[in-house]
Nanobody, 123 residues
Framework: QVQLVESGGGLVQAGGSLRLSCAAS????????MGWFRQGPGKEREFVAG????????YYAESVKRRFTISRDNAKNTVYLQMNTLKPEDTAVYYC????????????????WGQGTQVTVSS
């Protein structure tokens, strides 16, 4: 069971950037696909970006394509989300999650969640 801790959130102006980090404990981190999710006020938690265990495959929600980049460093047990050209609608609590398998990650198959980090984008 992997344990996850997010960091890097904050308040930025529209058009700005943030880099989120998710530090994992345990020695099986490299076995799981990882994902970033977010939950805005009055909304359900939604998928943002995913990365396979090998980091060969990445995929993104349409709303963040070409703006956000997910990456991982298995040697450091860390997954990142680089967020560029931020928009007010990106405001949410961002969570990282570890999948139950090495290939796909979805809100329905996350086995472990981090505590979340707040991202607020002002206009």
């Amino acid at each position: 069971q992997v344990q996850l801790v997010e960091s890097g959130g904050g308040l930025v102006q529209a058009g700005g950037s943030l880099r989120l980090s998710c530090a994992a404990s345990g020695r099986t981190f490299s076995n799981y696909a990882m994902g970033w999710f977010r939950q805005g006020p009055g909304k359900e938690r939604e998928f943002v970006a995913g990365i396979s265990a090998s980091a060969i495959v990445t995929y993104y929600a349409e709303s963040v394509k070409r703006r956000f980049t997910i990456s991982r460093d298995n040697a450091k047990n860390t997954v990142y989300l680089q967020m560029n050209t931020l928009k007010p609608e990106d405001t949410a609590v961002y969570y990282c999650g570890a999948s139950t398998n090495p290939t796909t990650v979805d809100v329905t198959n996350v086995a472990s969640w981090g505590q979340g980090t707040q991202v607020t984008v002002s206009s």
